[in-house]
């Protein structure tokens, strides 16, 4: 018998403007994305924006629908858009960021299980690790090397026949 420890790291940065000046930039664009969400049911607005290989930045918020489960987060949104657009360009980083309009989000807000899932796929489509960004409102911004930091021991095609 033996055990299998999975380790992630997540590097914390005080805020955003401790960030490179590119990624603050990219965060921005997030941000925006989320002032734009269709979001009457949960008045939660998730922004996502990602960078492309080629430079283009592609942004999505979450679209919700009266029968729930129809509507997609933010970073879904995004990332379909990206990949029906420029289906032979890796993605190289995503913001994804949020806004509260009850209460300011003081802490990153993290992607659902479904958009892991969803953003390994393109990671092992690329062979290119999706650097990802989360932040809140204000306060720390946490980057994570890969997808696979937020998924790990995840189900993918190499079980596929
Ligand atoms: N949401 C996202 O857009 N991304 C996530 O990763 C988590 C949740 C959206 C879905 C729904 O519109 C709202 O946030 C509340 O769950």
Known sequence: ?????????????EDRYELPVEWQKLLDLAHEAAKKAYSPYSN????????????EVVTGNNQENAAFPSGL???????????SQYPEVPFNKLAITAINPMEKLTKPV?????????????EQKFNQHIEVLLAGEEGEVYVLKSISDLLPFSFSNEYLP
């Open 1 to 13: 018998m033996k055990t299998l420890e999975l380790i992630s790291k997540i590097t914390v940065y």
């Open 44 to 55: 939660f607005k998730v922004g996502a924006a990602l960078l492309l290989n080629n430079g």
């Open 73 to 83: 987060c933010a970073e879904r949104t995004a990332i379909f858009y990206a990949s």
């Open 110 to 122: 993290s992607p659902c299980g479904s958009c892991r899932q969803a953003l390994l796929e393109y």
